[in-house]
């Protein structure tokens, strides 16, 4: 179980968002490399970080705080957010993105997905936006007909290292998590699932660590760290004890 801690960036500064609107967005902090520096000094092992802009408009529009980013820490990190074509796929993990998301293009072209997994084993992820259990695009600002489970089929054989399976309707609400679907999907395919959208509190990690969420490869945090409402060293205790156990 790895904890993710959240960066999402809007105009070059780190902000949460209320169920992916981005007119309810709330700054946290005006330079995210030193946001990624803080979660790395409280022990976190990898960074999850979204382009919002990029995510809107198809193609990269905060290059220049993700490289920040990439600079100033030495863990992990991985990127979604307008990541449409081989080009920015090839040139993110060439700048030192750990692993890309494709969330929008694995609905559109699964082949994109298909082909980048096998040139980089284990550093492509697919991101399935799920409202109401349908798969959500361009930013969340579209709801597809695909269910989420059918689209994450698709990746089944095609060696994508992860599916982030974020539930919108959650997301930034502080209301916890929809584990019940995210369980489903992990346990309905073979490909690791990362639960994202909602943790709100310490006792929604422990809901993670239970013997029904074994499935579960990863979670995303957002708000509730920022907010204190989830405290890192607390939280990242109870993983670390898990993992020991």
């Known amino acids: 179980m790895i904890l993710f801690p959240a960066i999402d960036l809007k105009n070059g500064e780190a902000v949460r968002l209320e169920q992916g609107d981005m007119a309810r967005a709330t700054v946290f902090n005006r330079d995210p490399a030193a946001q990624a520096k803080a979660f790395e000094a409280q022990g976190f092992e990898y960074l999850h970080i979204v382009d919002l802009d990029g995510a809107f408009a198809g193609k990269p529009m905060n290059a220049a705080a993700v490289e920040r980013i990439i600079a100033a820490v030495s863990i992990p990190v991985q990127l979604g957010g307008g990541i ?41 992820a697919v991101g399935l936006d799920a409202r109401d259990g349908r ?19 698709r990746f089944e054989a095609a060696g994508v290292a992860a599916i ?72 990242l205790q109870l993983i670390r004890s898990a993992r020991a156990a």
Do not use: C, Q
């Not at 074509?85 to 998301?101: E, H, M, N, P, Y």
């Not at 695009?137 to 689209?151: F, K, N, P, Q, Y």
């Open 135 to 153: 798969v959500a695009v361009e930013g969340w600002a579209a709801t597809s007909e695909l269910i989420a489970l059918d689209v994450a089929k």
């Open 164 to 235: 982030v399976h974020t539930d919108v309707t959650r997301d930034g609400m502080l209301k916890g998590p929809n584990l019940d679907a995210t369980i489903a999907l992990a346990e309905a395919i073979s490909v690791p699932v990362i639960a994202s959208g909602g943790f709100a509190s310490i006792e929604d990690i422990r809901a993670l660590l239970a013997p029904r969420a074994r499935k579960l490869a990863g979670a995303i945090v957002g708000r509730a760290l920022y907010d204190g409402r989830i405290d890192a060293a607390a939280a």
């Open 84 to 124: 449409r074509d081989r080009a920015t796929i090839d040139s993110w993990l060439a700048k030192g993105v750990t692993r890309v998301i494709i969330g929008t293009a694995a609905v559109r072209n699964p082949a994109l997905v298909k082909e980048a997994a096998r040139t980089y084993p284990g550093r492509v």
